[in-house]
């Protein structure tokens, strides 16, 4: 069975740039997740999405982040302007449901900001 | 504020030395403990989840166990295949949506 799929699974780009992360969940899961990792701070929750609505965006660190999820199969995360303090690993996760229950992740996509 | 806390942050063992990892919660509305494992350059893959205190799950060589104030990973006679960075999550009656994750531990099992 196929798991989270993202996309890119690098990027690197000049300070500046938009930048457009994609992620499609695990077919029959509804809600999906993003997060950021880094040395210093871990594996932050970004913002997640419950049947395609955002239900918390409590995470996303300004405003220059946005994401959306137009359908049950497809998100995406922007960074517009992107920073080198973007620079990270984000991750992608799917779950069926949002209650006490497993979340799945895709392999990441490594984001360097020149 | 809701957050686990997981302890070493690093262990190195040799090949069959069993040992565990240490996560630590805030216990106030905890509605779920998780465990990932996470390998280089991939996303954390999910091992188990435990509900309520007395709780134990296993996996191959893997054991995770609940109390009332912390989860313990117990490695048995462990390989170097098990080398990884091990993850610790929990989920909270004030959101359960969202899991919050710990600095994770990294296992390094040597031949």
């Known amino acids: 069975d196929a798991g989270v799929i993202q996309s890119p699974r690098h990027e690197v780009t000049e300070m500046g740039q938009e930048v457009t992360l994609r992620c499609k969940p695990i077919?029959?899961?509804?809600?999906l997740f993003w997060y950021r990792q880094t040395m210093m701070r871990g594996l932050e929750l970004l913002i997640y999405?419950?049947?395609?609505?955002?239900?918390?965006d409590s995470g996303m660190p300004e405003d220059r982040f946005s994401a959306k999820m137009p359908n049950a199969s497809f998100s995406t995360l922007k960074i517009q302007p992107s920073e080198p303090r973007d620079s990270a690993v984000y991750f992608c996760?799917?779950?069926f449901g949002t209650g006490v229950l497993a979340q799945h992740f895709g392999d990441g996509t490594r984001l360097s900001i020149l | 504020e809701d957050q686990v806390t997981q302890s070493p942050e690093a262990l190195r063992l040799q090949e069959g030395e069993s040992s565990s990892l240490n996560c630590s919660y805030t216990?106030?509305?905890?509605?779920?403990l998780f465990w990932y494992r996470q390998d280089p350059g991939k996303g954390p893959e999910f091992l188990f989840t435990?509900?309520?205190a007395g709780e134990e799950k296993e996996k191959e060589r893997l054991k995770a166990t609940l109390t009332k104030k912390e989860s313990f990973l117990h490695i048995t006679a462990p390989k170097p295949e098990d080398s990884a960075t091990y993850l610790c999550?929990?989920?909270?009656?004030?959101?359960?949506?969202?899991?919050?994750f710990g600095q994770g531990t990294t296992l390094q099992v040597k031949p």
């Open positions: 996760a799917s779950s």
């Open positions: 077919s029959g899961h509804n809600s």
């Open positions: 999405f419950n049947n395609n609505v955002p239900i918390d």
């Open positions: 216990v106030s509305g905890l509605r779920g």
């Open positions: 435990l509900y309520s």
């Open positions: 999550a929990g989920a909270w009656s004030s959101n359960t949506g969202k899991l919050i």
